[in-house]
């Protein structure tokens, strides 16, 4: 059963933001595999939450969790942060931040 995942303005903005800063630091060629590593990552919610890595942050929020973008032999530093509307198959994207930025003053509960 596929689970309809929904970014948020803010997660888009972040999406869009690492994207640019990825161009401009590595080049347009490693912002496109970050691309797709993230777009991976996404695609990968729509499996739904019991399959993926995924960690409760109850001390963010209620029903807070996240998971890292990495995977086998793709190194990331991002983290999706996310919460499953409950009682649906829908998973909100909340934001898309770096590993060093405190998800405490990013989120709001």
């Given amino acids: ?3 309809a995942v929904v970014l948020s303005g803010e997660a ?3 999406f869009d933001d690492i ?3 990825t161009v401009d630091h ?3 060629r490693q912002a496109l595999r ?3 590593l993230i777009e ?3 695609a990968d919610l729509q499996q739904g939450l019991p399959q993926l890595r995924v960690r409760a942050r109850p001390e963010i929020g209620e029903g807070m969790a996240a998971t890292h973008i990495s995977r086998p032999g793709q190194a990331a530093r ?3 942060y996310l919460r499953h509307v409950a009682g649906t198959q829908v998973i909100d994207v909340l934001r898309i931040l770096h ?3 405190d998800p405490g003053r990013h989120l709001i509960d």
Wanted: aromatic residues 16%; negative net charge; charged residues 15%.
């Fill in 1 to 3: 059963m596929t689970w």
């Fill in 12 to 14: 888009q903005r972040d």
């Fill in 40 to 42: 991976l990552a996404v």
């Fill in 19 to 21: 994207l640019i800063w």
């Fill in 26 to 28: 590595f080049g347009e």
């Fill in 78 to 80: 991002h983290l999706i």
């Fill in 34 to 36: 970050y691309n797709a």
């Fill in 99 to 101: 590993d060093s930025q």
